[in-house]
């Protein structure tokens, strides 16, 4: 049926990669869009326009409009079967479009003539592109253990060291020469962004957005051009960062939306998110939730739990109750295979279900299904959409084939690390002693 | 409605016409008087329903002509199995949807409900 494969996203939406290509949406893959061979799409060669309208943009809109579940689009079919809040979701909304009342409110849709006017020009759309997503690059001062190095810099040249100690855990890196360091290119689509009508969305995303100077030469000519005021921007950062630029840039757009990364309230967060210090970050945060107070900032905590901070999950939850502020998503960490929450040992998952089971009773916890998460009067719904998203998760899940052996390269893993950075997960994780020893820590 | 649909064309073909379905509950506490109408359709029992278009604005006007100390009117109205009021009660022309004085009350939803709806349930920017 049409209602469980369409899709309204290309009708206002594209991505800019890392490398300046262009992707059709900001939850494919970058590695989605093709069968490996080089994009002819970049925003070197292309511009934003018109790759809005190239073939393959107009590919996947034929596609939709006839009812194909397109391969690139298969993440969200994937979490369509758990019912999760996914992009798909999350797009339709953005057309007014809802999938148990999908007939009547596409008819009803803003978008609805854009899509018959595709529907009759081979896949062609008249409505321009509202909602961004720029990559911008690695650029990163920070190092954490469960990012990659093409989206940190600093973990890049720590792989470089990290690929000697152990080859075959870690790819030497290649170097990531990101688009907005061409400033011809920077400058190109600087021009267009800021001559495009009607934009309403922009979504940066790093390495570390406040730490790269794109992310401000961008931000201050939608400034200058007057387009501010109309534009809601979001991002993310890790929260090692606070300054009266980045508070004056907030106030001068029409929302602001930051999603802060943070694992754990504790010194476990240090050692994962590295070099971060978790009473700084929390400092920072304290200072962005007053910032709310006085301007249009809607923040929101962006966790990737994996198998140590996961342990620690309740205490973040309560903190999220306590500062009113919410995580946003439940993206299930599957990469680096070895740091998979589903690789913790049974006494430590039991725990955390008894602890996650008294919060619920705590805060008399019901599933909510909040849909647009970014709502300020729903902040306290989604908190308990997440809770019991984790809590199932846990609950649910079943070990993965390849567990032992995983297990054996979690350890290597930590191991390689720690010979750099001369600390240990013991010091922030006690209660995985014996877990680890087991398996040769 | 068809929940079938597999492609775009066909569901460019749906008639939208009769594609709202209104409910609307009067319920009166102690003796009132008043006159109600939905779209300029008079409203002469207390639970009703209609049918209108997708597209149709939706404009309920009630005058309250008389009621006794301590009563009036509350007005329920459903949209397609969406709670419309109270919830929304607040846009209405007293704020309130609970009539106890004499005199005209008005709630409207200027156009296209499920856009209109979109807006007040804080869904986020159309793209």
């Known amino acids: 049926m049409l209602k469980d494969s369409f899709c309204s996203s290309p009708w206002f939406h594209l991505r800019i990669n890392y490398n300046g290509d262009f992707d059709e ?31 393959r943009m107009c590919g996947l809109r034929n596609s939709l409009l006839n009812g194909n579940k397109p391969k690139s689009c298969e993440t969200c079919y994937y979490e369509d079967r758990f019912d999760k809040l996914n992009g798909r979701k ?7 479009i809802i999938l148990n009342e999908f007939e009547l ?10 899509f018959v006017y595709s529907n009759n020009n081979q896949g062609v759309a008249n409505h321009r592109p509202t909602d961004l997503q720029i990559n911008l690059g690695n650029t990163c001062n920070s190092a954490c253990i469960m990012c990659r190095p093409t989206a940190s810099s600093r973990l890049e040249q720590e792989y470089k060291k990290l690929h000697k100690i152990s080859p075959i855990l870690f790819d030497p890196p290649q170097h990531t020469r990101s688009w907005t360091q061409d400033e011809t290119t920077l400058r190109k689509v600087v021009d267009e962004i800021t001559t495009i009508p009607g934009l309403r ?5 790093g390495g570390e957005t406040l730490y790269d100077d794109a992310f401000y030469a961008i931000c201050e000519a939608l400034i200058k051009s007057g387009q501010a005021k109309e534009i809601i921007i979001g991002t993310t950062t890790n929260g090692t960062l606070y300054d009266t630029r980045i508070a004056n840039l907030i106030r001068e757009f029409k929302e602001f939306h930051l ?22 970050i929390q400092a920072n945060i304290d200072k962005f939730l007053q910032l709310r107070t006085q301007t249009k900032l809607y923040i929101s905590l962006r966790i990737t739990p994996n198998v140590f901070t996961i342990s620690e999950i309740d205490q973040l939850f309560e903190y999220m109750i306590e500062k ?36 619920i009773d705590k805060y008399n916890i019901t599933k909510k299904d909040v849909l647009n998460i970014r709502n300020e009067n729903s902040i306290a719904d989604v908190i308990k959409d997440v809770v019991l998203d984790y809590r199932n998760f846990i609950r649910d899940y079943t070990l993965l084939e390849n567990t032992e052996d995983l297990r054996k390269q979690l350890v290597e893993f930590l191991k390689s690390f720690e010979q750099l950075r001369n600390n240990s997960i013991l010091d922030h994780a006690p209660e995985y002693t014996d877990f680890l020893r087991a398996y040769g820590y | 409605m068809p929940q079938n649909i597999q ?7 749906i008639d939208t016409k009769r594609r709202l379905l209104v409910k609307l509950k009067l319920v009166r506490h102690g003796s009132t008087k008043s006159l109600t109408t939905l779209n300029q359709f008079a409203v002469n029992v207390d639970d009703v329903v209609f049918e209108l278009d997708l597209f149709d604005p939706i404009k309920l006007q009630i005058e309250l002509l008389s009621t006794e ?19 929304y009660q607040y846009l209405s022309s007293s704020g309130n949807n609970y009539l106890t004085k004499k005199g005209a009350w008005q709630f409207e939803i200027p156009k296209n409900f499920y856009l209109w709806h979109h807006n007040v349930s804080g869904q986020g920017f159309i793209a």
Not at chain 1, 27 to 55: C, H, L, P, R
């Open chain 1, 25 to 55: 949406c900001r939850w494919f893959e970058e590695t989605q869009w093709s069968d490996g061979t080089k994009s002819n799409n970049n925003v070197a060669t292309q511009s934003i326009m018109e790759f809005y309208n190239s073939e």
């Open chain 1, 90 to 96: 999350r797009q339709l909304l953005k057309s007014g």
């Open chain 1, 105 to 114: 409110t596409t008819r009803a849709s803003p978008h609805y003539d854009n």
């Open chain 1, 201 to 205: 969305y922009i979504h940066f995303l």
């Open chain 1, 259 to 280: 999603g802060i990364s943070i694992e754990t309230v504790s010194t476990l967060n240090d050692y994962i998110r590295y070099p971060g210090k978790i009473h700084e």
């Open chain 1, 324 to 359: 009113n502020v919410i995580a946003e998503s439940c993206n299930i960490l599957y990469k680096p295979e070895c740091l998979r929450i589903e690789l913790m040992p049974q006494d430590i998952r039991q725990r955390i279900l008894l602890k996650l089971d008294a919060l």
């Open chain 2, 7 to 13: 492609t775009f064309s066909a569901l460019t073909d």
């Open chain 2, 69 to 87: 100390s301590g009563g009036g009117i509350e007005t329920l109205l459903e949209i397609n199995g969406i709670e419309v009021l109270p919830k």
